[in-house]
């Protein structure tokens, strides 16, 4: 079933089943720009603003969240007027075999899992600590407003593990945590840890930076690339834009980087526009760091004949021609990881970050299709400079200082 809920406890017979990020065709991009498109499968719900609360995930009453269930499960909506905000939460199903009192996850993502990009990227850490034994929900959409609370209520839930895929979580993290010793929480791309159970996890975003920078620059015919974001100012972002700008002038100390900020992570109509903006300018390749909003550069680079970099397979497969690589980021790993510190209770009060040569994974990797890293469209010259500057990274005769400076608007 594609929306559901269950009519029994978690792990039994009416369990949603774990749906595949391709189920939701009608999740496109910007779904999750908007508390009302926010979807409720599975089992009771983790928050909402102004809402009911429940202290266990029993089945939702339909009139009390604003949808109503039809008998074959399918999804009826009678959404209230000032859309209550339903944070999906869904619970994954148990493997056969499983402990009956498994320790249990959360993992809350900003935005769809359809994304095709950062969400989707953060639900292979839910799939991956499910195959690990853990009793996993997840919750989707969860606005920056909800953040805190969202946390709050897995953890008065009893999750021992709770996970915010992305740096916002950060502030949310610190604020609950003392309140719940006996929870570890883990921010997804933050940037420090707290006490002595908030922790944050990233791969190395200046040095996967640098590499799509050098890559850029070997393949700019105009001597202009450039580079579409959002959230200024967020810690990663200044590392990956910053070094993309440093590995691009380390080719070509001439080449002008242009990089330009939107307003939502998740709007590829705003992304497309900024993107046709730099093309417009002379850049011919396109660099950038968004949820759903990454399909936007992709368009606009399949439409003006230009290349640009991805962040999922998905992406290779809208525009096979224009997209270069895509940075692959291993949230399964990395949070599978986690899962392990947290149990043998090492995890806490730390910041752990992946990168090239750092044991057990490097976090993220270059890949345009299955077995094949590049576009065979690439040229053998630039795939050599940056394979040569990955080298010098995982051996440290490079190191990518980057500072806001670095990852400023503007060329």
């Given at each position: 079933m594609r929306h559901g809920t269950s009519t029994g406890p978690p792990g039994r017979a009416g369990t949603v089943p774990l749906p595949g990020p391709e189920e939701a065709a009608s999740d496109g991009p910007?779904?999750?720009s908007s508390a009302d498109q926010a979807r409720t499968r599975g089992l009771g719900l983790a928050g909402s603003r102004g809402g009911d609360r429940r202290s266990a995930p029993t089945r939702p009453s339909?009139?009390?969240?604003?949808?109503?269930?039809?008998i074959d499960g399918r999804k009826v909506m009678s959404r209230r007027k000032a859309a209550l905000l339903a944070l999906a939460a869904v619970l994954l199903p148990q493997a056969a075999g499983s402990a009956a009192a498994?320790?249990?996850?959360?993992?809350?993502?900003?935005?769809?899992?359809?994304?095709?990009?950062?969400?989707?990227?953060g639900y292979q850490g839910a799939e991956r600590l499910k195959a690990?034994?853990?009793e996993v929900a997840y919750s989707e959409n969860v606005a920056p407003a909800d953040m805190a609370e969202a946390m709050r209520d897995y953890a008065g839930r009893g999750y021992g593990l709770v996970i915010g895929h992305?740096?916002?979580?950060?502030?949310?993290?610190?604020?609950?945590?003392?309140?719940?010793?006996k929870t570890v929480f883990v921010v997804g791309s933050g940037s420090a840890g707290a006490g002595t159970n908030v922790a944050s996890i990233d791969y190395d975003n200046a040095q996967f930076g640098y590499l799509m920078g050098v890559l850029a620059a070997k393949m700019s015919k105009t001597g202009k690339v450039g580079s579409v974001n959002g959230l200024e100012g967020l810690p990663n972002v200044v590392a990956q834009v910053g070094g993309f700008r440093k590995g691009a002038k380390s080719v070509d100390p001439a080449i002008e980087v242009k990089v330009v900020y939107i307003q939502n992570m998740e709007d590829a109509a705003e992304a497309k526009e900024a993107a046709l903006s730099l093309i417009a300018g002379g850049a011919d390749f396109i660099f950038g760091k968004l949820n759903a909003g990454q399909a936007g550069i992709i368009q606009a680079a399949k439409e003006k004949g230009v290349m640009a970099s991805g962040r999922s397979l998905g992406h290779s497969a809208i525009a096979p021609e224009a997209v270069a690589t895509n940075i692959i980021e291993k949230w399964g790993d990395m949070y599978g990881s986690a899962g392990d510190?947290?149990?043998?209770?090492?995890?806490?009060?730390?910041?752990?970050?992946y990168g090239l040569g750092t044991p057990g994974s490097t976090g993220a990797d270059f890949a345009y299709q299955d077995g094949t890293p590049f576009n065979p469209k690439v040229p053998a010259e630039a795939v050599a400079a940056l394979e040569a500057a990955r080298a010098k990274l995982a051996s440290g005769a490079i190191k990518v200082e980057v500072?806001?400076?670095?990852?400023?608007?503007?060329?």
């Open positions: 910007g779904a999750g339909p009139s009390r969240w604003g949808f109503k269930m039809t498994a320790e249990k996850a959360a993992i809350l993502l900003p935005g769809s899992i359809n994304d095709q990009s950062w969400n989707a990227n690990k034994g853990w992305t740096g916002r979580f950060l502030s949310a993290a610190q604020q609950v945590g003392p309140d719940y010793p510190a947290a149990k043998a209770g090492t995890l806490g009060g730390k910041f752990q970050v500072t806001r400076a670095d990852a400023r608007g503007g060329v």
